[in-house]
């Protein structure tokens, strides 16, 4: 048998399919748009699988579209994180528009989460606002914010507030990778607070697109003190997660 | 609703536009969150017609006791004791602030970062769209928070009829004594108001109708301990909702009945919701007429809210006053001693709260807390945390939640208790 996971994202969604032995044998991406159940079944198409469990901000819209099970966000990125380090006790997921830390008991059970509130505030979307305003692309901003020397403070955690912030610091003439650096160290900052509130110590599994950032990882662990281990395709755990579910039905 | 009400809203000052729109989105709302749950216990019709007329029918009768001499009291918090109210031949009723209205306006008064509750409670009288405010002959203020205390300042330029409170902070001789005077000054003013002196008859009569009220509610929630749970938490909250509402002697009737229901459906092992459903302990702010959100969320998420340690809820009704004494004096003794032990985020240190918590966890057999807090309600946020705290070092699961009237919020708050029920199962 194969199972599937979808994440509906709000900014993405992902694919994931996997068999009998856990084994990824599919994993797709595409972009959410504003029709995410339209977007869904594009994705899923010719895609074969026996049993599929959604997950993401637009589960309840995909369980009534395809009468699937669900499971929320949490929950799917901890078993995600636990399929590929058996060990992980805490993750640490930065998406598209929220982020969120979990903290697992010894068997996987989810302990303790916390979320992000109601703004996109240190998530995906702030970071590639920041990287527009400072000309970079998505890819080579954390890169960049890697080569810079020192750090610049940057105090606004609001997108809007923090680009009127990135746009004076520009106009006096500091360093573009300062600057990059600075927003980097500015999210990692409020990411090192929720995780601090779930978990104190071991090992941090950082999933979601921005873990593909290696500035945020070296960043994290520096701060930290921890360890930080990232998944291959990061952005794929929520719904690799979710296929495992779906496995752990049987 | 009938062209009587028309007339009657017409007659109270109120806005017949807004005040139709807000019955349409109430109505709505109504129909959406509680007539869709299932399994429901017959008894819940009574509160159902309730609701129907929450703006006619008791308005309707609350003009008639006013045409007949009857004064009408309205209040906004549970340390205003109906007892005296009662005593003196007046009505108590609580007023409208569960739902955001003329918020724009509202913003002229008060900040901003003021909480949803406060700001309610203003958009009603400047919506003109709250009978119960308009048919009061006496609004009742009380300095318990900050937000309140000083919005009161602001209230005073909107309606005549203010009468404020002042309460104690600290659970001391000194706030006792507080607590006392300012019982004995209200007493004054609510005879002066009814041209009625309260004696140790009315007085015990009334306390013995309210005591009659809360142990129908009492009664309620200790059947709330079964497994299968017999009633959903949105429908126990109801009960707690019109407690502040309805008729007395009406209302402990219709709940005793539903308590009646509720044994047998024990009995036969009938609940609303399948037996082993996590069960869910909500503590924190006060969720007033209509605000429903949380509830909805949480019993759409697969679990069933058991208890509500909250001012509408546990912390409002539990304990009763001793209706022994002889005199007035004391009886009034004994008010005061009801309802110093209140245990509101307003006093400090508040450690009784915390133990009411845990009490209620263990009779209530809660898998877990949801912790409710209105933004920028200082006290209830700020104890949030050692709550939290204090639970998880006994491994009872919190959430800790923090929103307002708004439903902007609603898909984030879904995710965060869809999760926080996946932990508890």
């Not at chain 1, 520096?222 to 049987?250: H, S, T, W, Y």
């Not at chain 2, 009857?70 to 004791?81: E, Q, T, W």
């Not at chain 2, 409710?372 to 070092?393: D, N, R, S, T």
Request: some cysteine; aromatic content about 8%.
């Amino acid at each position: 048998m194969r199972f599937a996971g979808i994440d509906i994202g709000s900014r993405t969604i992902e694919l994931v399919v996997v068999d009998e032995a856990g084994q990824i044998k599919v994993s797709i991406q595409a972009d959410t748009g504003f029709d995410p159940i339209t977007e869904a079944k594009k994705i899923m198409d010719g895609v074969g699988f026996d049993r599929i469990m959604a997950t993401g901000y637009g589960r309840n819209l995909f369980e009534i579209a395809f009468d699937a099970p669900t499971v929320t966000e949490i929950k799917a990125h901890a078993r995600g994180a636990r399929t590929f380090f058996p060990d992980t006790r805490t993750v640490l997921d930065i998406g598209g528009q929220d982020s969120k830390t979990i903290s697992l008991f010894e068997n996987g059970k989810v302990k303790k989460f916390e979320m992000n509130d109601r703004c996109a505030a240190g998530t995906g979307k702030f970071l590639e606002i920041m990287a527009k305003t400072l000309g970079y692309d998505i890819e080579e901003f954390g890169r960049e914010a890697l080569l810079a020397e020192s750090d610049l403070s940057i105090s606004s955690m609001c997108t809007v507030f923090a680009e009127s912030e990135v746009t004076s610091l520009i106009a006096k003439g500091n360093s573009r990778r300062e600057i990059a650096r600075g927003l980097h160290a500015s999210v990692i900052r409020r990411a090192a607070g929720m995780i601090n509130r779930v978990s104190s110590d071991g090992d941090i599994v950082f999933t979601g697109g921005v873990a593909q950032n290696p500035c945020m990882a070296a960043f994290l662990a520096e701060k930290l003190g921890r360890k930080v281990l990232i998944p291959e395709k990061p952005q794929f755990v929520g719904a690799l997660g979710a296929a495992m579910l779906a496995a752990d039905m049987n | 609703m009938s062209e009587d009400y028309r007339s009657m809203w017409a007659d109270l000052g109120l806005d017949l536009a807004a005040h139709d729109a807000l019955l349409g989105v109430l109505g709505q709302a109504y129909q959406d969150i509680y007539l869709a749950q299932k399994n429901r216990p017959e008894g819940m019709g009574y509160f159902d017609f309730v609701m129907s007329e929450v703006h006619g029918l008791r308005i309707k009768e609350l003009l008639d006791e006013k045409a007949s001499g009857r004064k009408i009291i309205g209040s906004y918090c549970v340390f205003v004791p109906e007892e005296i109210v009662l005593a003196a031949n007046a009505i108590l009723v609580g007023l409208c602030s569960g739902a955001d209205f003329a918020t724009e306006d509202v913003e002229k008064l008060l900040p901003r970062n003021t909480c949803a509750l406060i700001k309610s409670s203003f958009g009603f009288k400047i919506g003109k769209v709250c009978p119960y405010l308009e048919s009061a002959d006496m609004i009742v203020g009380e300095n318990t928070c900050d937000g309140k205390k000083k919005a009161y300042e602001s209230l005073n330029e909107l309606v005549e009829n203010l009468y404020v409170m002042d309460l104690p902070q600290v659970k001391s001789e000194n706030g006792k004594t507080l607590l006392k005077s300012e019982y004995q000054r209200f007493k004054a003013a609510v005879e002066k108001l009814t041209g009625v002196s309260i004696t140790a008859q009315s007085l015990k009569e009334a306390i013995r109708t309210v005591n009659a009220k809360r142990a129908a509610i009492h009664r309620l929630s200790s059947l709330r301990k079964a497994d299968p749970a017999p009633i959903s938490g949105l429908d126990a909250l109801l009960a707690n909702q019109v407690f502040f509402y309805d008729n007395p002697a009406r209302f402990t009737e219709s709940v005793n009945k539903i308590c009646d229901e509720l044994e047998k459906r024990i009995e036969d092992k009938k609940g609303v919701f399948p037996e082993n459903t996590p069960r869910i302990l909500v503590s924190g702010c006060p969720q007033a007429v209509p605000n429903w959100k949380l509830p909805m969320i949480v019993e759409t998420a697969g679990a069933v809210i058991v208890g509500e340690e909250s001012c509408v809820g546990e912390r409002g009704t539990r304990n009763l006053t001793d209706d022994s004494g002889e005199t007035v004096d004391d009886m009034l003794d004994a008010i005061v001693d009801r309802y110093f032990q209140v245990d509101c985020a307003i006093f400090t240190p508040n450690p009784e709260r915390l133990n009411h918590i845990q009490e209620m966890v263990a009779a209530y057999k809660a898998d877990g807390v949801i912790h409710y807090g209105l933004q920028f309600c200082q006290p209830y946020l700020m104890e949030a945390i050692p709550v939290e705290k204090a639970l998880e070092e006994k491994s009872i699961p919190c959430l800790r939640i923090e929103t307002d009237y708004g439903m902007e919020d609603v898909g984030q708050l879904k995710t965060r208790v869809e999760a926080f029920v996946e932990q508890l199962r």
